[in-house]
């Protein structure tokens, strides 16, 4: 293919009736925009030597994005195509291992395929918009399964657990936005067969189905808890230590009928601890903590451990205290862990001068770890180095063959590393930028290296492949000339060097130990088999690593701290022993436990599952067998399917009864739902099934449930709002007010004065709001200038907003108006309505006056009898002019409009509306006091202008407050008389 930026390589595996064909994908990946571009798929039918590219479609560019091999027949392929002359997306299928391919439309866009782990022929597709679809005849025809379906949380049944072979299990969407744990048969989907094994919803990508469990993860009050379901019975609690409060849940194994999971805890930030459980998966000990974790693309998480294959109960881990890393290595699956040690010479003969490492010092040298892969029993090759921890640039290649209980440098920079025939030979290119053209190989389980020339010309190297599994002795290296060239393949076939299968001869034996020499591993003695390196043969597929195994008897060492318990300190005099945890009582039945029933009081320890000692120590001390009393119920809880507690009048709700601790076959449930209803129920918590009501008024409704049985009682309390939604909010406020003047918000609501709303209050640039239960409130403005007002208006999931702009000014005036009475019958008491008054008197002053409209503003004010104010706001001051009252021409222009009633307008039906100024003896007073700016109320008493009445006026929702005063008027800002000064 031509050279591009960004490169990707697949292999497909030989088949068993075709041995050596190879299948390589090759692609040019747009990473800006998210797409493959390009693609050749290449087919080599003798092991690599040589390479046919096919064409899939003669005359038409084909894009192949992908593509799947069936695990149970590997001459079933599929090719997921992009083809740029067809609008639907294509899949080109294959039953002869890419010998020839037939093409099949799909009407939907294809994002992954899924193989069934057993039966040839069927395959899941999940498709990017979320459907997830279902084949039956190697992806020939199709049939929708479920919609919004969750990407990489759809399983196949496994065999062994679930019933039915064809049952898919899946985390999908619902309606309300939730999401469920859903199974469904794949013949026969429909809402009415899908079911949902796990009541209630689940957090979104948490399903995880993997051998006997399965897991799912469910937040509800910003309280995340895990459950589990062992081989498909009923979901349980995860029980974790009560305070390890999880943040995040890693499951990291499930095999041997046994979980293993890294949590990170409330005070982890990229470190985990692990656990393991007991059979059922229920109850977790804690066995390494501070795992180091990284966080790789699309949010996965990498932790750092590693299960030695072939060796049940050997791991490695990475931990990190205190910023620094080492590795530890337990051989009874996290019992016990010791630091790793540490070769005594270099790959050149040096002396490292590493001591042993202490268990009990982080800072004594060790052998830190930073990328293993293990191949066969007890062979563990990675990338590390010698130190106090492990330091990332430094990357050192170490090897181990008895499974770790010693360690060799091979070399000291990082390689590239490929196993073939189960480790009979390691191949190992270095991971450099340079080009190469020589390969290092090993025979002999790296104690000494041989160089290859395996091109004449040096090459970017890019990767090895092999076909998947251990078996095969062919490889091939790719990579680039130069990155404007095409693909190099260069195969290397190893064959020719092994003639010869290999016999019973040609291995040796070795005993498994842990670093203390103590061949009891796990609760037997194991012995392993490994080619001698003088004997260059082939293992082949029917090789077996395992040789012997002889039961051990039972040790203290075979046992686990029980859940609840934790092990002594070293220490301490009673090292090794369990003692329970402060917040545990060993003495109380479980949670579980039910009346009629027997449990087991823990004395603390548990035996390592998979471990097969017999006999010898037992520090369970065979514990007696205890009746289940009858528990009082405890942990009683009432909620609102999907969370909600405001609901809207009408709608359906259904409550869900939870309980966690005590007997519920015996305990009646007594709920009361607020309203009048009220029931009793038997058996509520047990079935789960929730309870539908619909309430139709608003209002705050107190649910209650109560729980009774003759051992105790508890109760849950729920108050339930039932809110109409919010359909209008309207901002009121005077748009001109002083420097300091305390002034009114108001929000004005419908439906009006809906319960349980909550006002939130954003003046000027602030950020912070102010929160009310009232629709108003009051301030001050300090500085003058324009000020932006916000108001929103939250009525359980209902929320409103409006915003205004205030002017703030050191001097206006203030003219009090009052209208015709026909006006009132007309007045809706509405804001627009009052805006639009408002508006037009001060366009028909304007008109009359010639004073600019835009300085006078008329505020309408709420309520009956209809009145105003007429706000007029000073032009520029001119600083070689005193203002004053009597020559204020504006002010008497305005007075004699009004006294001659030229100010109306008309009213449906042909009322006219005059306007005039309003006496202080008929309405409510204006607003006065001082303070640097000043306001002027004309009044008309006999047909002539006199001195009116010093006032002040604040309006509020409430209703005014004045406060008169009989001093006569002064002209001027600093004037502590006059006539309607704003405060």
């Known amino acids: 293919t031509k050279p591009h930026p960004i490169h990707s390589c697949s292999l497909g595996p030989p088949s068993p009736r075709l041995p050596g064909v190879i299948l390589i994908l090759t692609k040019y990946y747009h990473a800006d925009i998210g797409k493959v571009l390009e693609s050749s798929l290449w087919r080599s039918s003798d092991f690599g030597t040589s390479y046919t590219k096919l064409t899939l479609q003669p005359g038409v560019t084909t894009v192949i994005d992908n593509f799947y091999i069936c695990p149970t027949n590997k001459r079933k392929i599929i090719l997921v195509s992009s083809s740029l002359s067809d609008r639907d997306q294509s899949l080109f299928l294959s039953a002869d291992e890419g010998a020839t391919f037939q093409k099949q439309l799909v009407p939907f866009s294809v994002e992954t395929l899924i193989f069934h782990p057993r039966e040839e022929d069927k395959v899941l597709a999940y498709a990017k918009e979320g459907k997830l679809y279902v084949s039956s005849d190697l992806g020939r025809k199709w049939t929708l399964l479920q919609e919004r379906a969750t990407k990489d949380h759809v399983f196949w049944a496994v065999s062994g657990v679930d019933a039915d072979p064809d049952l898919v299990h899946l985390e999908a969407q619902d309606l309300g936005g939730g999401f469920r744990y859903v199974t469904c048969q794949i013949h026969n989907c429909s809402d009415n067969t899908r079911t949902t094994p796990f009541v209630g919803p689940i957090d979104r990508g948490s399903l995880t189905v993997q051998d006997d469990y399965v897991f799912v993860k469910a937040t509800t009050a910003n309280q995340t808890k895990y459950y589990i379901s062992y081989r498909r019975n009923e979901f349980v609690l995860m029980k974790l230590p009560k305070y390890a409060l999880p943040k995040d849940l890693q499951v990291i194994s499930t095999d041997e009928s046994q979980v293993f999971v890294a949590v990170q805890e409330w005070y982890q930030t990229d470190t985990y601890n692990l656990y393991q459980s007991d059979t059922r998966g229920v109850r977790y000990s804690l066995v390494l903590e501070d795992v180091r974790s990284s966080r790789q693309a699309e949010e996965s998480v990498v932790i750092d451990i590693l299960e030695v294959r072939g060796v049940k109960g050997v791991f490695l881990a990475n931990q990190k205290v205190n910023g620094k890393v080492v590795t530890l290595i337990t051989y009874n699956k996290g019992r016990d862990w010791d630091y790793l040690r540490p070769p005594s010479t270099d790959m050149n003969g040096k002396p490292t001068n590493c001591k042993p490492v202490s268990a009990r010092s982080l800072h004594t040298p060790s052998l830190g770890w930073d990328a293993a892969s293990v191949v066969r029993a007890g062979l563990v090759m990675g990338a590390g180095n010698l130190g106090s921890q492990l330091v990332e640039y430094k990357e050192e290649m170490y090897i181990t063959s008895d499974c770790g209980h010693t360690w060799r440098q091979v070399f000291e920079e990082e390689h590239h590393i490929l196993y073939l025939d189960h480790g009979g030979v390691i191949v190992a290119i270095k991971d450099t930028s340079i080009p190469l053209k020589i390969l290092k190989f090993s025979v002999d389980e790296g104690l000494t290296w041989s160089t290859h020339n395996f091109t004449s010309t040096s090459v970017f190297v890019d990767g090895l492949l092999s076909e998947p599994g251990d078996e095969t002795l062919v490889m091939t290296v790719f990579g680039h000339i130069s990155f404007r060239s095409d693909w190099e393949l260069v195969k290397v076939d190893f064959r020719p060097w092994f003639s010869r299968r290999c016999s019973e001869d040609d291995y040796s034996s070795w005993d498994l130990t842990n670093l203390q020499g103590d061949r009891c591993v796990m609760g037997q003695q194991r012995s392993f088999r490994r080619r001698k390196p003088a004997s260059w043969c082939v293992t082949g597929r029917s090789f ?440």
């Open 544 to 983: 077996t690593a395992a040789l012997t195994a002889r039961v051990c008897p039972c040790r203290a060492s075979d046992f686990l701290c029980d859940y609840g318990f934790e092990r002594a300190p070293s220490s301490e005099s009673d090292a090794n022993k369990c003692f329970a945890n402060f917040w545990f009582n060993p003495l109380s039945p479980p949670d579980d436990c039910v009346l009629g029933q027997t449990y087991t009081s823990s004395l603390g320890y548990r035996k390592l599952v998979s471990n097969v000692c017999e006999g010898g120590v037992d520090p369970r001390q065979s514990p007696v067998r205890l009746q289940c009393p009858l528990l009082p119920p405890r942990g009683l809880q009432i909620s609102i399917r999907g969370e909600a507690v405001a609901v809207r009048p009408g709608e359906d709700v259904l409550f869900v009864v939870r309980q966690e601790q005590g007997d519920v076959l015996t305990t009646k449930y007594q709920v009361d739902l607020g309203d009048g209803f009220k029931a009793m129920y038997v058996n509520l918590t047990l079935t789960g099934e929730p309870i539908r009501h619909r309430y139709e008024s608003p209002g705050v409704y107190r649910v209650s449930v109560r729980a009774e049985n003759v051992a105790g009682h508890d109760e849950a309390v729920l108050f339930v709002q039932v809110t109409a939604p919010l359909q209008a909010l309207y901002l009121e406020v005077v748009p001109v007010i002083g420097v300091n003047q305390e002034v009114n918000l108001t929000a004005v609501l419908l439906p009006l004065n809906p319960n349980l709303t909550v006002f939130y209050w954003w003046i000027g640039h602030s950020l912070q709001p102010r929160l009310s239960l009232e629709n108003s409130v009051t301030t001050r403005f300090g500085d003058p200038g324009d000020v932006r007002v916000t108001v929103q208006a939250a009525c359980g999931t209902s929320v409103l907003q409006d915003s205004k702009v205030v002017r703030v000014l050191d001097q206006f005036q203030v003219v009090p108006l009052q209208f015709s009475k026909d006006l009132d019958a007309h007045n809706p008491n509405t804001p627009e309505w009052r805006e639009d008054v408002g508006l037009v008197v001060s366009r028909l002053l304007s008109k009359e006056t010639s004073i600019p409209e835009e300085l006078m503003v008329t505020v309408v004010k709420p309520g009956l009898p209809t009145l105003a104010d007429l706000h007029v706001l000073l032009p520029p001051p001119r600083p070689t002019r005193k203002r004053s009252l009597t020559s204020d021409k504006r002010l008497t222009a305005i007075q004699q409009v009004l006294k001659a009633q030229k100010i109306s307008f008309l009213l449906r039906g042909g009322v006219r509306v005059v306007v005039a100024v309003r006496d202080v003896d008929t309405g409510p007073p204006s607003l006065g006091g001082g303070g640097g700016y000043w306001a002027v109320v004309i009044l008309f008493v006999s047909g002539l202008f006199a001195v009116g009445a010093f006032i002040l006026y604040k309006f509020k929702r409430q209703g005014r407050l004045a406060s008169l005063g009989s001093q006569g008027m002064r002209a001027g800002p600093e004037g502590h008389g006059g006539l309607g000064l704003c405060p």
